[in-house]
């Protein structure tokens, strides 16, 4: 039998898929996040803020995607979600 390490018990790993000013932050199109149980959309928004501080300005103004369907931010996060912070885009 195989036991899962226990702080692999405590924590679940997401993809986070980076568009707009978020790509343009870190340079990469996805990141991969190990969060704590019970972390929601908006957990994965606030720690990008939180590496990311220019990006406070989008706070308000970023929707969120889980596994291609939009939800609200409090929507908790399973293992291996793929969750996608979507912020304002201009084009024209």
């Known amino acids: 039998m195989t036991y ?11 993809t986070v898929k980076l568009f707009a000013a978020y790509q343009e932050a870190y ?6 996040l190990d969060l704590p149980m019970g972390a929601t959309a908006e ?7 939180s590496e990311h501080p220019e990006l406070e300005q989008w ?3 970023t929707r969120f995607g889980v ?12 293992n291996g979600d793929e969750v996608v912070l979507i912020p ?5």
């Open 4 to 14: 899962a390490k226990s702080d692999e018990l405590d924590t679940v790993t997401v």
């Open 27 to 32: 340079g990469v199109p996805e990141l991969r």
């Open 43 to 49: 957990t994965v928004r606030d720690r990008l803020l």
């Open 59 to 61: 706070r308000d103004l």
């Open 67 to 78: 596994n291609l369907q939009f939800v609200e931010p409090h929507t908790p996060l399973q």
């Open 88 to 92: 304002p885009v201009s084009g024209g």
